[in-house]
């Protein structure tokens, strides 16, 4: 781990006494909360349905990938399947699938896994962590495809992977079932050559790795999951593997049309305590914070300013995304490891995707000067939206500046008058999510 101890900074900001905090109200924003209470019977249930010949796992390796991505109840659905498989007399074990996360080591992986309570005690199998791959194929443009080698040994290869909107690029396969195997199998070293063509040649290139994969190793089936925006699964589909690429778009839109997003029309200063890998690839989601390493996102908020306060404690000091910020707290950049991160960021080829914003020295000073640095707005009354994270846009707090404004948007519920912000004796915001 490599953590830098940033210098104070004391900034002088003319015409910072224009700038009033407003008082904020607790809102709920109201999305399509149609989710699955059972997710261990509705794996079961379409493990049971959807794959023929379960004897032809019997006596069977089976390799289920795993990723960094946070996923609740993640343990519950990968425990089941390593079940169900049991109970079919095969003998599953799990590998991480997730690149260069994880500090590109194998025990780092495993920490990641850890975190999700994904153990080899708690997941009754064997977890098999390594950074070496085989080589598997070349593509048309002489890209190697790479896998897992404890993947490649096995009888068979579960691909497991919540589907979602990427962060840097759209197209037809983003973040999903596929990439999986582009990239999460692939590891670090295979990770790495795919992202060297950039991000603009993963519409074509992540589903020609995905049929070399069916043609030259023994994928068993697909496992594909969707979260609605409550952060809660709302659709899991097993399926054959050669229903797998076209499973994968399909859940893709569902996945985008239940997304969660701001429904205010505009932001002065969004505030968000915490980014991670558990949340987004880039920390906090592109798809809804308008910010990206890449082009094509910039239409989806209209936010003049971005406030990071602090990271999860899941991204274990992993700080992608922090760049995106216009500015940060010299505390929160001291809880970034920059080797982790930068690795992270070099596999990607997306070096903006490594620089740091403006910092003060705590929140108070932070939300000012966003405040006072955002143009032809009202210093004493600006429009302040303030979340955990991305991935809980259920519950927010606005500035009461948009009481008016929300009033005739009915997804939008107030729960709460208006309260000042409360900071501590240090000027860091004192929250109550």
């Known amino acids: 781990m490599q953590f830098i101890e940033f210098p104070p900074m004391h900034v002088k900001v003319e015409g910072l006494e224009q700038v009033r905090l407003p008082r904020m109200v607790r809102a709920r924003q109201v999305f399509d909360s149609a989710r699955i209470d059972d997710v261990a019977a509705h794996i079961r249930q379409q493990m049971q349905a959807n794959l023929s010949d379960k004897q032809r796992f019997a006596g069977k390796r089976l390799a289920i990938t795993v990723g960094s991505r946070g996923i609740p109840q993640l343990d519950v659905m990968v425990r089941t399947v390593v079940e169900v498989l049991q109970e079919w007399q095969a003998a599953p074990f799990i590998v991480p699938a997730m690149g260069s996360h994880g500090g590109a080591t194998a025990e780092g992986q495993l920490q990641m896994l850890a975190t999700y309570n994904v153990t080899e005690e708690s997941m009754g199998c064997p977890i ?14 002489g890209t190697p495809v790479y896998c897992d080698k404890n993947a490649a040994a096995a009888d068979g290869i579960v691909i497991l992977n919540k589907v979602k909107p990427h962060t840097d690029f759209r197209a037809k396969h983003e ?3 596929a990439k999986m195997m582009a990239i999460g199998l692939a590891k670090h070293k295979g990770a790495s050559m795919f992202h060297a063509m950039g991000f603009s040649t993963f519409a074509e290139r992540i589903p020609q790795v995905c049929e070399e994969f069916l ?3 023994p994928i068993a089936f697909g496992v594909g999951i969707v979260q609605n925006a409550y952060d809660d699964i709302s659709d899991i589909e097993v399926m054959e593997a050669d229903q797998l690429l076209e499973a994968d778009a399909r859940l893709l839109e569902i996945a985008k049309a239940k997304m969660a997003r701001f429904l205010v029309p505009s932001i002065d200063v969004l505030m968000i305590d915490e980014i991670g890998k558990n949340i987004s690839g880039n920390g906090a989601d592109s798809n809804i914070t308008g910010r990206s390493n890449s082009a094509g996102f910039e239409d989806i908020l209209d936010c003049k300013k971005l406030f990071i ?3 999860t404690e899941e991204t274990h000091h992993n700080g992608c995304g922090i760049a995106h910020a216009d500015v ?26 490594g620089k740091i914003p403006m910092y003060m020295e705590n929140d108070r000073d ?8 955002c143009n032809g707005i009202d210093f004493a009354a600006p429009k302040i939206v303030h979340v955990l994270d991305t991935l809980h846009l259920d ?3 606005l500035s009461e500046t948009y009481l008016d404004e929300i009033a005739s948007i009915p997804e939008i519920e107030v729960l709460s008058d208006p309260y000042e912000l409360q900071f501590d004796p ?3 915001l004192l929250t109550n999510w």
């Open 175 to 177: 973040s999903g079932l």
């Open 366 to 373: 932070a939300l000012m000067l966003a405040v006072r640095t």
């Open 395 to 397: 519950e927010i707090a």
């Open 128 to 141: 098999l962590s390594s950074m070496e791959v085989v080589r598997i194929s070349t593509l048309p443009d």
């Open 426 to 428: 240090e000027g860091f």
């Open 309 to 311: 306060r602090g990271l």
């Open 328 to 353: 940060t707290t010299r505390r929160c950049l001291n809880d970034i490891d920059f080797e982790t991160t930068w690795i992270n960021v070099v596999t990607a080829t997306m070096l903006n995707g």
């Open 215 to 217: 043609a030259h190793l």
